[in-house]
């Protein structure tokens, strides 16, 4: 009885049925994102308005594309980002503007005049360096002794569609292998959970995640090496005559090959081959009388 | 593969239905059925010994080496 019991349990609420849930969801979400960026792109706004606020869907996109971006160089000497032109501004807010004769620079600093970039802002919150106090329990309080900023996000606003589907490739190829993978993986985990792990579809499955993850990687790279030029012109903050400018920001686009994904590609390729070894192994047991 | 499976003649020879034999041995239809076919890749020696047993013949007289002419004279 108490064996049945468990049975049951294990059953019902089996990790591997949650797991493809869970799955099932992402695939959705992911689905739902890739359709959300699509009409951002085409012009149309990404969330709906419940009330005056709050908001559902891609929020984020109220105050343009986010886009990650990584600081070149280490430790941040100074805080005092702002920049206006005719073409738009650049922003940091908490911190102290800078002079009229930086700011006139500032201006030059731009080496597209063209550019289609209408607003960026940033999102860093960036140390200067000190110690600075932070919350800390009994007399032994925590410090930040060495601030440092690795990475952040920009915001821009661009009303070009192409410009737009540009800037949100990266994302759009991320969402695409992410839904593709959840779904293949859920497929997978259903196919186990019957009993038939070593199917036939099971290793195309696992090769087709991992060849998608290499193929991701090599995509980006080499979207980075055709677009570096056109995207230079966000590397705004990179060290430019007659102004010291503390930190070098870099888009996205300037991609490097993650060793880490290829990686974890290399190795779902392995897994695959170990898995049509196992179909092979399976059909044989099969035809074992 | 040339090695061919003679269990329909054992079975008219001993006057017994494939589902008569597939309840004494304790194989499934279906299995026996891949084994009668020749579509089976391997038969285990268990396997084996209860159907021999159950027709009282030897395991030569289930299956047979054909040569690559005889062979593709059979399948035709």
């Keep these: 009885m108490k064996r049945r019991f468990f049975q049951y349990l294990k059953r019902r609420f089996s990790f591997f049925r949650y797991t493809i849930a869970i799955l099932n969801l992402t695939t959705l979400f992911s689905v739902l994102g890739i359709i959300l960026i699509l009409l951002y792109v085409l012009g149309g706004t ?17 105050r343009g594309i986010p886009i990650p971006v990584r ?3 280490g430790y941040i000497l100074d805080s005092s980002f702002y920049g206006q032109s005719a073409h738009g501004s650049w922003s940091y807010s908490g911190s102290t503007s800078m002079l009229s004769s930086q ?57 070009r569609k192409g410009w737009r589907l540009l800037l949100l490739l990266p994302k759009l ?16 985990l259903g196919d186990i959970l019957s009993g038939a792990a070593f199917k036939n579809t099971n290793y195309r499955r696992i090769r087709n995640i991992g060849w998608g993850i290499i193929a991701w990687q090599l995509v980006l790279f080499t979207l980075s090496l055709a677009f570096k030029d056109w995207m230079a012109f966000i590397n705004f903050y990179s060290t430019t005559p007659g102004y010291h400018s503390p930190v070098q920001l870099s888009v996205a686009y300037e991609y ?5 994904w290829l990686t974890g590609g290399g190795v779902l390729l392995i897994l695959a081959f170990a898995f049509k070894m196992g179909n092979q192994l399976q059909q044989e047991q099969d035809l074992t009388i | ?37 020749g579509k089976a890749k391997a038969i285990r ?27 593709k004279k059979l399948i035709g």
């Design chain 1, 103 to 159: 700011r006139a620079h500032w201006d030059s600093v731009r080496s597209d005049k063209d550019a289609h970039v209408d607003i960026i802002t940033t999102e860093f919150r960036i140390w200067n360096g000190q110690s600075t106090t932070i919350v800390g329990k009994g007399d032994r309080p925590a410090y930040i002794t060495d601030g440092q900023l690795l990475s952040g996000v920009l915001h821009v606003q661009t009303q």
């Design chain 1, 173 to 188: 190829l991320y969402l695409s292998l992410f839904a593709f993978g959840a779904w293949q993986v859920a497929r997978l």
């Design chain 1, 46 to 62: 990404p969330y709906i308005n419940l009330s005056n606020s709050s908001k559902l869907g891609l929020t984020d996109f109220e």
């Design chain 2, 1 to 37: 593969m040339p090695i061919v499976i003679n269990l329909d003649v054992m079975l008219a020879k001993r006057k017994m239905s494939l589902t008569e034999l597939s309840e004494k041995v304790g194989i499934t239809m279906a299995n026996l059925s891949i084994l009668k076919s």
């Design chain 2, 45 to 71: 020696f268990s396997t084996l010994n209860e159907i021999c047993k159950v027709l009282e013949c030897q395991p030569g007289d289930l299956m047979e080496y054909l040569n690559e002419k005889e062979y």
């Design chain 1, 256 to 260: 490097d090959l993650s060793f880490s």
């Design chain 1, 71 to 73: 600081i070149m160089s």
